[in-house]
């Protein structure tokens, strides 16, 4: 569609080139909310040449902050902005994730580091623990 502004039509390619160049563009920063935590890693996958990436930011996304696809990848993933280390329940709530959505990959990304056992629990169910700089390993 078209948008009107004053005398200048914006198509909606347009306004989609504006938002994902501002994404793109977007740092993390420590006083990042959860909420833009999880657009900030989705926009990574994007940057980092994945076909798809979406926030999911919905009260009934079974556990999964983040889907993403590339090929026939399909990633779905907890994004943690934590002050310590992230337990067990991110790594349950992916392997949930996984099998809600069909997913082949998944993952939990943290800007803080993983307990012990949440490293064990991943280890057992095949889910990659990874810092947010570590997106574009995958």
Not at 61 to 74: E, H, P, R, S, W
Not at 84 to 93: H, L, R
Not at 114 to 132: D, R
Request: charge should be negative.
């Amino acid at each position: 569609f078209d948008k009107y502004e004053g005398d200048v039509i914006i198509s909606q390619e347009k306004i989609e080139e504006v938002i994902k160049e501002y994404s793109s563009s977007e740092d993390f920063t420590d006083d990042m909310d959860p909420y833009d935590y999880e657009h900030y890693c989705a926009n990574q996958f994007l940057k980092c040449g994945w076909d798809e990436a979406n926030a999911t930011s919905g009260s009934s996304d079974q556990g999964v902050d983040v889907i993403a696809k590339k090929g026939n990848d399909y990633l779905v993933g907890q994004c943690k902005k934590y002050q310590k280390p992230v337990g067990n329940s991110a790594v349950q709530e992916v392997v949930a994730g996984m099998g809600y959505y069909g997913a082949n990959i998944g993952v939990v990304i943290s800007n803080a580091g993983f307990t012990n056992s949440a490293k064990k629990l991943a280890e057992a169910n095949g889910i990659k623990l990874i810092h947010h700089s570590e997106i574009k390993n995958l």
